[in-house]
């Protein structure tokens, strides 16, 4: 096979508990966002749009729905020859197989695979950011410092930074130090958990790594440590546009959010750097005379007959006569009642919300007892779920199949 002098390796396995029910089926890489997307659209939609032509896709936890998703990787023009899209799940060998243990135990388990591409560098990414990003211009910056590795960052607010892994640099972005959520920060440079690493070097340090029994198999935590250690070239490669993590339910919102203010924190609608998907064909939507849509994104396949503010409605969605949807995240195919109320609250995929419910109302005496510790005061409807008619969820709850029934009448009540 055809020498390659750069690979992705996409990090797609996690199973994003912060986001609850909404990964209790899938992979965190293939939550819906955006309208018509999935967040692992953006790290593959990045890889074609820098020619990077050849793509590993690292699933585990609940693949089916991301494998399917996947398929050949058309969608994203990664249906090559000499390349493609490849997904690559934990497998026994001989004797031997386990789950992935780590970041870098993930990419060890895959070795053979990267060898018969031959690359000079590997790119490490993971599958649950959104953001757009040239992987190739950084590439030309890791090939002219003649690094082993360079590493993406972004500057966040000072008294943020405790919460990242901080790298601390010379005049030159030359990595001096590491350190890893630092409670007292001397610098403002977060890893964004983008890698390029000389494929030589990154080897041998993924063979020791794997010999160590005291190791956590992580880059964060193991290998780029080591490398600093040990005196590596190693440099920060500055990122300035949006970069989202989507690993809680907040954040979620937010950067769905983020696609209505004005202007959008992320036009997804650049010609120069487009963001693919795999969709099915769908009609236009439709918006009735008697509806009101406002400061939304309303996709294709949708159906609106009620009110829309500030919400993104994805496909095949169904907003009923005199329902009104506020601040509210709409997945597919989900179904909103005659005369419901939705106020700042996700509704999951073919989800069905009953004429005259609420969704987000304030919390009352009679309510049942609930935990809002991922979801503070977003509203969560799961995936699939039914809600009779006339019900009240109040903000902050999560809906699942085990607190439907447990819900109160809302007594007539509106929003």
């Not at 809680?248 to 950067?255: D, G, N």
């Amino acid at each position: 096979m055809k020498k390659k002098k750069l690979i992705a390796m996409l990090l797609a396995g996690g199973q994003g508990s912060r986001l609850g029910v909404l990964t209790n089926r899938m992979a965190k890489p293939a939550v819906p966002y955006g309208g018509k997307y999935r967040i692992i659209d953006f790290p593959l939609s990045n890889c074609v749009n820098s020619d990077i032509d050849t793509v590993g896709v690292l699933t585990q936890y609940e693949p089916l729905e991301l494998n399917a998703y996947l398929g050949t990787g058309q969608a994203w023009d990664l249906d090559r020859l000499r390349g493609g899209v490849y997904v690559l799940p934990p497998y026994v060998t001989g004797d031997r197989g386990q789950w992935y243990s780590g970041t870098a135990n993930a990419i060890f388990q895959n070795m053979a695979f990267i060898d018969q591409f031959d690359p000079d560098d590997v790119l490490i990414l993971s599958g649950d950011h959104i953001y757009k990003m040239d992987y190739h211009l950084m590439h030309l910056e890791h090939m002219r410092t003649g690094a082993d590795c360079t590493i993406a960052v972004l500057k966040v607010p000072m008294e943020e930074a405790s919460r990242f892994g901080i790298m601390n640099t010379d005049a030159q972005n030359r990595i001096v130090e590491f350190e890893e959520k630092p409670q007292a920060p001397k610098s403002d440079k977060a890893s964004m958990g983008i890698y390029i690493f000389s494929w030589k070097t990154l080897k041998d340090y993924l063979l020791r790594d794997s010999a160590s029994a005291n190791s956590h198999n992580d880059f964060g935590k193991d290998i780029i440590p080591s490398m600093l250690s040990d005196g590596l070239s190693m440099f920060a490669y500055p990122f300035t546009g949006y970069w989202k993590d989507v690993g809680t339910i907040s954040s979620l919102w937010e950067a769905n959010m983020d696609l209505i203010c004005d202007p959008p924190k992320l036009d997804l609608y650049d010609k120069d750097w487009r963001i693919y998907s795999k969709n099915a064909v769908m009609p236009p939507h439709f918006v009735s005379s008697d509806a009101h849509v406002e400061g939304s994104l309303v996709t294709e396949g949708s159906n609106v007959y009620g009110n829309v503010y500030h919400s993104v409605l994805f496909s095949g969605c169904h907003i009923g006569q005199g329902a009104v949807v506020r601040d509210s995240v709409i997945m597919p195919g989900a179904v909103i009642g005659d005369g419901a109320t939705v106020l700042k609250a996700i509704v999951g995929e073919n989800a069905r919300v009953g004429a005259h419910t609420l969704i987000g109302c304030p919390k009352q005496d009679g309510d049942p007892a609930y935990d809002n510790s991922l979801t503070g005061d977003i509203t969560l409807i799961a995936d699939s779920i039914e809600l009779p008619a006339g019900k009240r969820v109040p903000a902050g709850m999560v809906v699942s199949k085990l607190t439907a029934d447990t819900l109160s009448d809302n007594g007539g009540a509106s929003l």
